[in-house]
């Protein structure tokens, strides 16, 4: 609904820029507020939970929507909009990371000045809504909307999903992101037990996920120096196969060999660090193929859509950790048996690795090659000069 709201949406910024703006202060606000810790029931809280959290993904969608969708907008150029993504998934990792960092020091602070852990979580939100409100502000600020549909198009929903549906290049990133999703559903959520149970020292967890997530954000950083040497669509598959393997290989070693674990670890993690950059640049392109093929620009459509089928893939893969352990016989807090420790080694290694390896084999039938990209980013602007 987002998505084809904001394609909608004309205004002096533009169709998704105002939705930055308008979305800001709400998203903020709501971010404070489902950690105000009301002196309400039981009853009461359950309520005010379910309520303040179900309104803050609304606010989350609808400016992080539009904001995926600004990327398609800000140039023409596939090269500009593949610098973009990399930026863009570099410093959203480098996010993750400073926030795993400082919520638990922040909180922990707040709950010995306040005298409750309740109100160092309220006072560590307060904190980061004002952050977030202050970046959506100059976010707005400081980009443009360059690429605008056909000046006659008129609005026309049902015309919209048919094209989206008849848009080969869509439909394999649409399938292929389903696959990708599902694989990091599984694979973020098993490490706990993964750690816990099979190599037995939960603690090594927290380092282990960090030097992770630093070689994710160097691979993200090293997009356009990979870009030099292939085409995206045989780096996109060249690079999840190698992730694919390389997480699949987690079955083989020895749990108890930290080393190895880290190097299979930091290895995955950073040949998996371009391909968000790379897709999301791609997933711009098809919304140019739309407009070159079928006469008619949904942005936002092409995006929301995209955002969508992500997280039905991210909520399969982690709700199929779920139905596998309890198909292996795990049990919550016990030592467990040799098949529910394979099941757990399974879901943390072979079933992501099958996953991430189907993602790249569907990149295989995407069309759209760089210079097929190029020749509808030139026509597309001769349409609009003519």
């Known amino acids: 609904m987002i998505g084809?709201?904001?394609?909608?949406?004309?205004?002096?910024?533009?169709?998704f820029r105002p939705w930055i703006l308008w979305g800001a202060l709400p998203y903020g606000m709501l971010g404070y507020v489902m950690f105000a810790n009301p002196d309400f029931s039981p009853d009461g809280k359950l309520v005010f939970a379910y309520a303040t959290y179900t309104l803050m993904l609304v606010a989350y969608a609808a400016i992080n929507t539009p904001y995926s969708a600004l990327m398609g907008v800000m140039s023409p150029s596939s090269e500009d909009r593949t610098s973009l993504s990399a930026?863009?998934?570099?410093?959203?990792?480098?996010?993750?990371?400073?926030?795993?960092?400082?919520?638990?020091?922040?909180?922990?602070?707040?709950?010995?000045?306040?005298?409750?852990?309740?109100?160092?979580?309220?006072?560590?939100?307060?904190?980061?809504?004002?952050?977030?409100?202050?970046?959506?502000?100059?976010?707005?600020?400081?980009?443009?909307?360059?690429?605008?549909?056909?000046?006659?198009?008129?609005?026309a929903l049902g015309e919209d999903l048919r094209n989206l549906f008849r848009n080969g290049p869509w439909l394999v990133l649409f399938f292929a992101g389903f696959l990708a999703l599902a694989n990091t559903g599984l694979r973020s959520g098993s490490g706990v037990?993964?750690?816990?149970?099979?190599?037995?020292?939960?603690?090594?967890?927290?380092?282990?996920?960090?030097?992770?997530?630093?070689?994710?954000?160097?691979?993200?950083?090293?997009?356009?120096?990979?870009?030099?040497?292939?085409?995206?669509?045989?780096?996109?598959?060249?690079?999840?196969?190698?992730n694919a393997l390389a997480m699949a290989s987690f079955y083989f070693a020895d749990p108890r060999n930290l080393p190895l674990l880290y190097a299979l670890n930091v290895f995955a993690m950073f040949v998996a660090g371009p391909t968000p950059a790379i897709v999301w640049s791609m997933y711009a392109d098809t919304a140019d193929y739309g407009e070159w093929k079928f006469g008619r620009r949904s942005t936002g459509l092409v995006f929301s859509a995209t955002v969508f089928v992500q997280k039905v893939g991210l909520a399969i893969g982690?709700?199929?950790?779920?139905?596998?352990?309890?198909?292996?016989?795990?049990?919550?807090?016990?030592?467990?048996?040799?098949?529910?420790?394979?099941?757990?080694?399974?879901?943390?290694?072979?079933l992501p690795g099958a996953f991430a390896l189907l993602s790249g084999l569907a990149i295989y039938f995407?069309?759209?090659?760089?210079?097929d990209v190029k020749t509808i980013e030139a026509e597309l602007a001769g349409r609009k000069c003519r």
């Open 87 to 155: 930026y863009r998934f570099a410093c959203a990792f480098l996010g993750a990371l400073l926030i795993g960092w400082l919520v638990p020091i922040l909180s922990e602070y707040f709950a010995t000045v306040a005298g409750s852990k309740a109100e160092g979580f309220r006072y560590t939100m307060a904190i980061f809504a004002v952050v977030s409100v202050v970046m959506f502000l100059y976010t707005f600020f400081n980009t443009r909307e360059r690429v605008s549909p056909p000046a006659d198009q008129q609005a």
């Open 193 to 242: 037990y993964y750690f816990k149970y099979v190599v037995g020292d939960f603690a090594a967890l927290g380092n282990f996920n960090f030097a992770g997530f630093l070689a994710f954000i160097c691979g993200a950083l090293s997009t356009k120096v990979f870009t030099r040497f292939a085409s995206r669509r045989k780096l996109m598959i060249g690079l999840t196969i190698l």
């Open 318 to 350: 982690s709700a199929m950790i779920g139905w596998l352990l309890a198909y292996y016989g795990y049990v919550a807090e016990a030592e467990q048996s040799a098949r529910a420790l394979h099941g757990i080694t399974l879901l943390y290694s072979v």
């Open 366 to 371: 995407y069309s759209l090659e760089e210079t």
């Open 4 to 15: 084809v709201l904001a394609d909608r949406t004309n205004s002096r910024w533009g169709k």
